[in-house]
């Protein structure tokens, strides 16, 4: 069945550092992939997504790049704070399925 | 503030009984999804109804069941509870069901079995 893979973490950064988070996926048909993040004590936020290969989804600095021909969905950001620090999940849809998503990455950022 | 309400936020039970949980969906989202999450087996979806019919099932337990009501607000019901059970318990909803819908998340139930 469909399934999404994540890098293990936890993933431990100094402010202003640059982060990859990878991402890949599995999936027959053409699904959406989506980044979402948990902040401490809170429920899920979307964070970007991207529906079809090529598109590149971006928020809030962040950015991913649906990339079919590696079926991979990383994410990625040129100067991390602080408050970024949470538990990122990657996750994929296809049309009238619920989301699958990947087990997360919990990502520390240190001042 | 997803526009998904849950409640309630926390709850504490005794093994072998049951609960409610309670889904409020974004105002004219039809989908409904429910979700546990613990930290052995990470987000699982469980179920999902659109626009009050069951969709898809996931990893649900025949001790867990759920429905979606006329005013599209869902309830999932958790009986025979055991200790494993304690968990983050989300509900998500969407518009409809097309693949690059946005799935919003409620800020969840904890269910605590002791």
């Known amino acids: 069945g469909d399934s999404v893979t994540q890098m293990e973490g936890p993933v431990t950064l100094s402010e202003e550092a640059f982060l990859t988070i990878n991402c890949t996926y599995t999936?027959?048909?053409?699904?959406?992939l989506f980044w979402y993040v948990q902040y401490p004590g809170e429920g899920l936020q979307l964070l970007l997504k991207a529906t079809k290969a090529d598109d590149k989804g971006s928020n809030k600095g962040f950015e991913a790049t649906y990339r079919k021909e590696t079926t991979s969905f990383h994410l990625e950001k040129g100067s991390v704070q602080v408050s970024d620090s949470a538990v990122y999940f990657c996750?994929?849809?296809?049309?009238?399925?619920?989301?699958?998503f990947g087990k997360g990455t919990t990502l520390s950022v240190s001042s | 503030d997803s526009g998904v309400t849950q409640t309630p936020k926390h709850l504490i039970t005794a093994t072998g009984q049951r609960v409610t949980l309670r889904c409020s969906p974004r105002?004219?989202?039809?989908?409904v999804y429910w979700y546990q999450q613990s930290l052995d087996q990470g987000l699982q979806f469980l179920i999902q109804?659109?626009?009050?019919?069951?969709?898809a099932k996931g990893n649900i337990l025949e001790r867990f069941s759920a429905q979606q009501f006329p005013d599209l607000h869902s309830e999932l019901n958790l009986s025979s509870l055991e200790l494993g059970d304690s968990a983050l318990y989300f509900c998500a909803s969407s518009v409809e069901q097309a693949a690059g819908n946005t799935i919003y998340f409620g800020e969840g139930s904890w269910l605590t079995v002791v």
């Open positions: 999936a027959t048909g053409y699904p959406s």
């Open positions: 105002s004219g989202d039809l989908s």
């Open positions: 996750a994929l849809s296809k049309a009238g399925t619920a989301l699958i």
């Open positions: 109804y659109y626009n009050g019919e069951e969709r």
